[in-house]
């Protein structure tokens, strides 16, 4: 009965937990990127991207699964290379020097993107 009790309780605190999470509470510490940090940087590369052209993108958000050490140099992005296989557009956001840690040195970060309707 009482490892019920428990295990109902420990359930209901995972739920509270991954309801308050989200992209824009996810931000970078000490030892990781955050995931806001992430999207932010495809959106400035898509604005600028916008601004060149016809085309027009609305960027959706990283995938929340993705855990990266934190960036030692600024993030850059661009447009993921088709030669990668992804099958929708996307924006690679890069890190080239990630903190000193035992994962990696680097990263990269697909962030998916999608045409704007036209307006009429």
Known sequence: MLRSILLAATLSACVLCLTSWSIETDRSTEYKNGLFEIREEARRFVAQENAKGPQQWDVLEPNAKVLVPRCAVPLRAQWTPKRLGRSEPSVMVIC?????????????????????????
């Open 96 to 120: 080239a020097t990630a903190v000193a840690n035992d994962v990696m040195s680097h990263w990269d970060v697909p962030v998916p993107v999608r045409q704007k309707p036209k307006s009429n």
